[in-house]
């Protein structure tokens, strides 16, 4: 055979390969998934993110045809399980659910993944806004109120906290930042512990997911000054946002979302986040997310892309403001 002819022929299978290699990967798209798929979670059973996973995990285990096996891997703020999803075949039998943390862990340590880089977003499915509450005791009922007393008092207000450069202690330092105060900074091991000590008023106030905290506003055990969404949360209607009480901008989510390995067939991506939309809208799920003051996204892939450019882009700014850096 002539070199030519050589060249034709491989440049003939080469063609043929690019023709085929898409159209198998398509064929595999759409037969999937033809066995369990293991959903990691990045925190420990029993928590929000944990919460959310598993109201989104049955009906989606049901529209799949398959299992989706909640795996829980604590630990780091999620860097842990989201080390070991990264180096997960991209073929959609592996998949991530992480919340806001991760963002915020990512920026103030190092990590052996690459948060933008290593994954395919698929949907951020829910959220819940963060709410300021303040213990009964303080003599404040507006944001207002509170941005004067605390610089009528500088370095006297407590605020506790999830922990250091958690996205509570990250919440706050925006919001002295905003408001031109001085509070003192008091983290804990987790909000547990920071309730604790808000309730028996050794800390004055805290930015908190308003599922964690709601009840105990409720039973008036807390007093609610504002809501950190971007519109009032349908849980309290009554109370007014940040921006609604003169913090321009002030938008603090505590989201939940979904990620799969990059190189994840996007037939896959997608059929994922039309089952994920359904999921949120079945009036059971919704029901249950509200009660821990949730509510379903259901972004589009493209949608959840340019959030976490967002967030990433928003908490890198008040961490070189507040110099805060990882533990």
């Known amino acids: 055979m002539s070199g030519l002819a050589q060249i034709a022929l491989v440049g003939g299978l080469a063609a043929a390969l690019v023709i085929v290699a898409p159209h198998a990967a398509a064929q595999s798209a759409a037969s999937y998934p033809t066995k369990p798929v293991r959903l990691i979670v990045a925190s420990g059973a029993g928590g929000g ?29 999620g860097s842990i399980a989201a080390e070991l999803s990264s180096q997960a075949a991209p073929d959609g039998y592996t998949l991530m659910f992480l919340s806001a943390s991760l963002v915020v862990y990512g920026i103030v340590n190092k990590t052996r993944y690459d948060l933008y880089r290593d994954f395919a977003p698929v949907s951020q499915v829910a959220a819940a806004p963060y709410m300021l509450t303040v213990h ?80 105990h506003v409720r039973s008036q055990k807390l007093r609610a000054v504002a809501i950190a969404s971007a519109t009032r949360a349908k849980m309290a209607p009554d109370l007014p946002t940040m921006i609604e009480s003169g913090v321009p901008g002030f938008v ?26 359904k999921a949120v809208q079945r ?25 976490l450019k967002s967030e990433r882009e928003q908490w890198e700014k008040v961490v070189k403001l507040a110099n805060i850096r990882g533990e």
């Open 136 to 215: 009964p005791g303080l003599p404040v009922k507006t944001v207002k109120e509170l941005i004067a007393y605390a610089k009528a008092t500088p370095s006297k207000l407590n605020y506790a906290s999830t922990g250091n450069a958690s996205l509570a202690h990250l919440a706050t330092e925006l919001f002295t930042h905003s408001t031109g105060t001085e509070l003192v900074h008091i983290p804990y091991k987790g909000v547990g512990a920071a309730l604790g000590d808000m309730l028996s008023g050794r800390v004055q106030m805290s930015f908190l997911s308003a599922g964690s905290v709601y009840s």
């Open 252 to 277: 603090v989510t505590q989201w939940h979302g979904m990620l799969a390995p990059r190189g994840t067939p996007r037939p896959v991506i997608e059929r994922l986040h039309r089952e994920i939309v």
């Open 283 to 307: 009036p059971e799920v919704a029901s249950r997310l509200a009660l821990d003051g949730t509510e379903g996204i259901a972004s589009s892939p493209q949608e959840f892309t340019a959030h």
């Open 49 to 77: 993110l944990d919460f959310v996973a598993r109201q989104v995990a049955i009906p989606l285990s049901e529209a799949l045809g398959q299992t989706v096996v909640v795996d829980n891997r604590a630990g780091a703020s």
